[in-house]
């Protein structure tokens, strides 16, 4: 029997917006150092279930665990130095530059009127390179592209060096070679057991390129949960997304992939 805590326990969550309920009776659990793909149709209610799970928002009823204490009892900075998201859409008007931006990924972990420190610099240098954003560093963020502005925010999440990173559609705006980049430094950290990351995908079969475990949103609950290999089928595709397919192997990894019928 195993008595280890999970790393979030999800359990008969409910949240609605004013004029409709988005998520109805959703439990779940989130084991450390796993890369987790949360997929699903439009207005699932994907992007809010990462909100709760951030403390960004508050359910209805239902209670969510993390590391084996309710979420709410947390202080938004003690949080913050343990969850990061990127979130979906990013909005700044001021022109703060983008080594300020990314910096401000470090904001959790300084005492109370402290400046970033050598170590601070550091972390954040380490994450200008590993989103290819070091050459924008003294550029105002706002004159930047929006898949650019996307890599600033992957940055400052990156800098922030929590055990959880989510990501909410985070390389809907990258071109296919930095999102295979992120996404590949993205899993190596998970493989090193440096973090847990809980990732929402758009794309079936980039989900299954990257993730160990897929969790399927329909209706506002849990359809369907796995290890990537066992619940990426074709049956499950036809039954949330209502399109058809065929599973094969990814010729080189081995991998689940999908191809879909017109």
């Known amino acids: 029997m195993n008595t280890v805590s999970p790393l979030f326990d999800v359990r008969d969550l409910y ?14 659990r989130i084991e450390a150092g796993c890369f987790y793909g949360l997929l699903g149709p439009n207005g699932c209610g994907k992007t809010t279930l990462l909100d709760l799970m951030a403390g960004l928002k508050r359910p209805e009823s239902g209670r969510i665990d993390f590391q084996g204490r309710p979420l709410g009892t947390y202080r938004r900075r003690e949080l913050a130095r343990r969850i990061a998201l990127v979130p979906q859409n990013f909005y700044i008007n001021f022109p703060f530059t983008v080594y300020d931006v990314v910096m401000m990924g470090r904001y959790p972990h300084l005492k109370r009127f402290a400046h970033p420190d050598a170590g601070d610099h550091h972390q954040v240098r380490q994450a200008l390179v590993a989103t290819d954003t ?23 999440a990156l800098a922030q060096s929590t055990e959880v990173l989510m990501l909410d559609e985070a ?13 590949g430094r993205t899993q190596a950290r998970v493989r090193k057991g440096h973090q847990t990351v809980i990732a929402v995908f758009q794309d079936v079969n980039l989900a299954a390129m990257y993730c160990d475990q897929l969790l399927f949103l329909h209706e506002g609950r849990i359809a369907c949960a796995g290890p990537t290999a066992e619940v990426m089928q074709a049956k499950t595709l036809k039954a949330i997304y209502g399109v058809e397919g065929s599973i094969r192997p990814h010729a080189e990894y081995g991998l689940p992939q999908v191809d879909f019928r017109r």
């Open 15 to 28: 949240f609605r917006y004013p004029r409709c309920r988005v998520l109805e009776g959703v439990s779940l």
């Open 171 to 183: 390389t809907a705006n990258l071109d296919i070679r930095h999102t295979l980049a992120l996404l």
């Open 134 to 156: 070091e050459r924008f560093a003294r550029q105002s963020v706002t004159a930047l592209s929006g898949g650019e502005r996307q890599r600033v925010v992957f940055a400052r």
